[in-house]
C-alpha cells in the first residue's frame, strides 16, 4: 500500500505541473517610432525557426512547444534533460558532478557519473531495460547544489519531472532551459531589428526605426592649414570617412527619417592655424563650413594623449555638425542657448561628453553643457524618460512652420513649464 501510495502522489504532482516540452508563447506589438503600429512585419524566432507576421495592429504571436524535449534546470551550474531514455547535462562551468539513481524509498540503484565534468554538454546512459516500471529519483551533486528529479514511466519510456526545491537555495526548480534566442524583425520601409529573448513566454514590444538608405553623404573637402600637426594626419588619415559617419550620426538623433532632415550636400572641413580656435559651423545648407582649431588640438594632445585628442576632435565635430543639421528657428542668434545646448547634447549622446562633467546652476537656456545635461535629463531620465524629446525638440524649431520658437515648447512636449521642469532638474542633480 505504501508503495502504491508514493507512486500515485508523485504521478499526481507530476501531471500537475511537467511538460514533456517546453512551452513558447511570445507575443507583443511591433510599432514604428511615431508609435504607429507596424503591419506586414515578419517576426521570426530564430533558434526554434517559428514566426509570424504581424496584422493591421502591429500585433503578432509565436506559440507552440520547442523542440528540445523535456527539460528542467537546477540552480545556477547545470542543466538536466532526458531525450531518448538517456540523460543529458549542460554544465555551466566545469567542477565535480555526481549523478546518481535511487527508488523513492531512498535506496541506491546506479551511480551513473562520480567525478571530474568538463563545461559543456554529456550524456548518461540511462539502465532502463534494467529497471521496473516504477518511479525512480534522480539526484545531481556539484558539491554546493542539489537537484532531486522524478523520472516517472510513460507508455513505453521514461520522463523526467522536477520533485522538489532546491536545498541551497529554497527556490523552486525552473521547468526549462535557460533561454538564449533573438527574435528578428523585418519590414519594407524599416531597417532590420535583432532584440534578445530570455524566456520562451513573454510579451516582447519592439520599435522599428525608419529605413535611412536614402541618407545623402555629404562631399567633405578638407582644408589642413596646421600642416605642422603631423600626429592628426596620423591618427586620421582620411578624417572624410569619419566625417560622413559623424553627419550620419547626427542626422539619427535628431530626426526620425532622412526625408524629415535639413540636406547638406557639401561640408568644408578646415584644420586651421589660428591658436585662438576651438570649433566653429558657418553657412548653411545645402553646404556649410567647419573649422577646429590645430594649435588647440596639439595642446590639448600634449596634455591628454592621442587617443584623447581624437575624441576631442570627434566631440567638436559631433557639436559643430549639429549646427549644420539642426532646425534653427530661421534665428538662431536669438535662442543661442537652445541651440548649443542641442549642439552639446548630441555630442554627450553619441559619447563625447561625459555625465561627470554635470553640475547643478546656471539656467535651462544658458547654453553648451548646462542646457545639453538638462536636455538629455529629460530625454532619458525625467519620468522614465523620453527618447522622443530631443526629436521634439528640434521639430519646435522648424524653420518652415510659420511659428516663432518660444520656451512654451517645452510644455508643449512635456505638460510641463521649463521653469517647472528646471527647477525638478536641479533637485534631482543635487541629491
Known amino acids: 500500500m505504501l508503495k502504491r501510495f508514493l507512486y500515485s502522489s508523485i504521478l499526481h504532482v507530476f501531471l500537475a505541473i511537467g511538460v514533456f516540452a517546453q512551452n513558447?508563447?511570445?507575443?507583443?506589438?511591433?510599432t514604428n517610432r511615431e508609435g504607429l503600429p507596424v503591419a506586414g512585419a515578419s517576426v521570426?524566432?530564430?533558434?526554434?525557426?517559428?514566426s509570424a507576421t504581424t496584422d493591421q495592429a502591429g500585433l503578432y504571436q509565436i506559440s507552440g512547444t520547442s523542440?528540445?524535449?523535456?527539460?528542467?534546470?537546477?540552480?545556477?551550474l547545470y542543466s538536466v534533460a532526458m531525450t531518448n531514455n538517456s540523460i543529458c547535462l549542460f554544465l555551466k562551468a566545469p567542477g565535480q558532478i555526481t549523478v546518481s539513481l535511487f527508488t523513492v524509498y531512498g535506496r541506491s540503484v546506479a551511480m551513473l557519473h562520480n567525478g571530474s565534468l568538463n563545461k559543456g554538454r554529456h550524456r548518461f546512459a540511462f539502465p532502463s531495460r534494467s529497471l521496473s516500471r516504477q518511479v525512480y529519483l534522480l539526484r545531481i551533486g556539484t558539491g554546493s547544489q542539489t537537484g532531486n528529479y522524478t523520472i516517472i514511466p510513460i507508455?513505453?519510456?521514461?520522463?523526467l519531472s522536477n520533485r522538489n526545491v532546491h536545498p541551497a537555495t529554497g527556490a523552486a526548480i525552473a521547468k526549462g532551459l535557460p533561454v538564449n534566442d533573438t527574435l528578428s524583425v523585418t519590414c519594407t520601409g524599416y531597417e532590420a531589428k535583432t532584440v534578445p529573448v530570455t524566456e520562451y513566454i513573454a510579451t516582447i514590444n519592439i520599435r522599428l526605426e525608419f529605413d535611412w538608405s536614402d541618407f545623402?553623404?555629404?562631399?567633405i573637402i578638407f582644408q589642413n592649414k596646421y600642416t605642422s600637426f603631423s600626429k592628426f594626419i596620423t591618427r586620421f588619415p582620411s578624417i572624410e570617412d569619419t566625417a560622413k559617419t559623424i553627419s550620419y550620426g547626427v542626422c539619427r538623433k535628431l530626426y526620425r527619417k532622412f526625408s524629415e532632415s535639413l540636406k547638406l550636400e557639401k561640408i568644408t572641413f578646415i584644420l586651421d592655424s589660428d591658436p585662438n580656435t576651438i570649433g566653429w559651423k558657418a553657412g548653411k545648407p545645402p553646404a556649410i563650413t567647419i573649422c577646429i582649431g590645430g594649435p588647440y588640438l596639439e595642446k590639448?594632445?600634449?596634455?591628454?594623449?592621442?587617443?584623447k585628442m581624437a575624441d576631442e576632435v570627434k566631440g567638436i565635430m559631433w557639436h559643430e555638425y549639429t549646427h549644420g543639421y539642426q532646425y534653427d528657428d530661421g534665428n538662431s542668434n536669438g535662442i543661442i542657448?537652445?541651440?548649443e545646448g542641442v549642439g552639446d547634447c548630441v555630442r554627450y549622446l553619441a559619447g563625447y561628453i561625459d555625465i561627470s562633467q554635470r553640475r547643478p546652476g546656471g539656467n535651462w537656456d544658458s547654453g553648451y553643457k548646462t542646457s545639453a545635461f538638462f536636455f538629455a535629463w529629460l530625454q532619458e531620465e525625467y519620468n522614465g524618460g523620453n527618447p522622443e524629446f530631443l526629436y521634439l525638440l528640434n521639430q519646435s524649431m522648424d524653420?518652415?512652420?510659420g511659428i516663432t520658437w518660444s520656451k512654451e515648447a517645452f510644455k508643449t512636449i512635456t505638460g510641463e513649464t521649463v521653469e517647472e521642469l528646471w527647477k525638478k532638474y536641479q533637485d534631482d542633480i543635487t541629491k
Not at 521570426?44 to 517559428?50: E, F, Y
Not at 507508455?155 to 520522463?159: I, Q
Not at 545623402?216 to 562631399?219: D, G, R, S
Not at 590639448?300 to 587617443?307: A, H, K, V
Open 44 to 50: 521570426v524566432l530564430k533558434n526554434l525557426n517559428k
Open 24 to 30: 513558447v508563447d511570445i507575443k507583443g506589438k511591433v
Open 67 to 76: 523542440d528540445i524535449g523535456n527539460v528542467q534546470h537546477a540552480g545556477s
Open 216 to 219: 545623402l553623404y555629404p562631399e
Open 155 to 159: 507508455n513505453n519510456s521514461f520522463t
Open 337 to 339: 542657448g537652445i541651440i
Open 399 to 401: 524653420i518652415d512652420d
Open 300 to 307: 590639448y594632445m600634449n596634455s591628454n594623449g592621442l587617443e
